[in-house]
Nanobody, 124 residues
Framework: QVQLVESGGGLAQAGGSLRLSCAAS????????MGWFRQAPGKERNFLAA????????YYADSVKGRFTISKDSTKNMVYLQMNSLKPEDTAVYYC?????????????????WGQGTQVTVSS
């Protein structure tokens, strides 16, 4: 069983920053790739960023490239999403996800495990 727990969400002003954390437990995450998604009310869940656990290759959605940075700490089984230059349209519930196996990390169906989500609200 794999557990993912996000933290770090909250209220930020436009132009500000937040860092989300995702704590992974239950298995050794040496073979899992990790991703961050978000879902705003009434909208689909969208890919934000992903990182290969082996090698650390990263992928970003165009909407956050240059503003958000995904990183990992393998020793702690942690994944982070540093979010800078926040905009009101970044308001959403943010989810951490883990994927095992081959697949397109930009697609949510690639991921088999999800956290419960953390709310991010950006005020103008």
């Amino acid at each position: 069983q794999v557990q993912l727990v996000e933290s770090g969400g909250g209220l930020a002003q436009a132009g500000g920053s937040l860092r989300l954390s995702c704590a992974a437990s239950g298995r050794t995450f040496t073979n899992y790739d990790m991703g961050w998604f978000r879902q705003a009310p009434g909208k689909e869940r969208n890919f934000l960023a992903a990182i290969r656990w082996g090698g650390g290759t990263t992928y970003y959605a165009d909407s956050v490239k240059g503003r958000f940075t995904i990183s990992k700490d393998s020793t702690k089984n942690m994944v982070y999403l540093q979010m800078n230059s926040l905009k009101p349209e970044d308001t959403a519930v943010y989810y951490c996800a883990a994927a095992l196996g081959v697949g397109n990390l930009r697609v949510d169906t690639t991921y088999g495990y999800w956290g419960q989500g953390t709310q991010v609200t950006v005020s103008s």
